[in-house]
């Protein structure tokens, strides 16, 4: 079983077989985490792309944790200038893990770092645990057509932004859901700040009227079990 905890905008920490990942951990600076930068646990941090909201405190929590942080080469670079211990890949590219598989997708966005060094393509995550189980964090990005690759891969989970402005809004995370064709999908990376407020029940009922995806509608610092 796989817990799924949401952290609150695209922040998550996954529990499963005694391996914690976090993904996207911005956490200090984020109105809505139920966890600070000084008390997550975290094995390995998976980075979408460089943007503040996301790179969050990597850092921090990797150096104090001594987790090994998993993105795109330029990101990975720019983290062992600081002292943290990586793994990069970059799109496409897979690479087996002791809890399991990790593929670089797509994402259609920028990724510049907070300091304003070079951040690589952004990318999303595709993670098969050992038992099987396929998980994708968009990251943000916009609606593309190869969205229907990922979806091809089969998926248990999906959790993807519908904030707007930055990323999809609700109108195109609804065509991803039909491309992705997810069991389940969780909304994410909306009502953090003014700019990407959305009526997430809203949407939620909108994906349970037009395709077979169950909702997984979660608050900051609310778990699902998958
Ligand atoms: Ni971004
Ligand atoms: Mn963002």
């Not at 987790?67 to 990586?86: F, Y």
């Amino acid at each position: 079983m796989i817990d799924i905890h949401f952290l609150g905008h695209a922040a998550f920490q996954l529990d499963f077989d005694g391996v914690k990942l976090l993904i996207d951990p911005f956490l200090e600076g984020n109105p809505f985490s139920p966890i600070t930068k000084d008390k997550v646990e975290a094995d390995y941090i998976l980075v979408t792309h460089g943007h503040g909201d996301h790179i969050g405190d990597t850092v921090e929590i990797a150096k104090r944790t001594g987790a090994q942080v998993i993105s795109n080469a330029e990101i990975c670079d720019w983290l062992e200038g600081q002292g943290v211990k990586t793994h990069a890949q970059h799109l496409g590219g897979g690479h087996q893990y002791p809890f399991g598989y990790v593929k670089l997708t797509d994402a259609l966005h920028g990724s510049s770092l907070p300091d304003g060094s070079y951040g690589g393509n952004p990318a999303g995550f595709l993670i098969t645990t050992k038992d099987g189980k396929r998980l994708y964090f968009a990251g943000d990005t916009g609606l593309f057509g190869d969205m229907r690759l990922i979806g091809e891969e089969g998926l248990d989970f999906a959790a993807l932004p519908i904030g707007d402005n930055y990323t999809m809004g609700p109108d195109d995370a609804l065509r991803a859901v039909k491309l992705l064709n997810p069991c389940v999908v969780m909304p994410m990376h909306y009502d953090t700040f003014d700019v990407i407020r959305q009526d997430a029940e809203a949407w939620a009922k909108r994906v349970a009227a037009e395709t077979s995806a169950q909702v997984a509608l979660l608050k900051p610092g609310d778990h699902y079990s998958l």
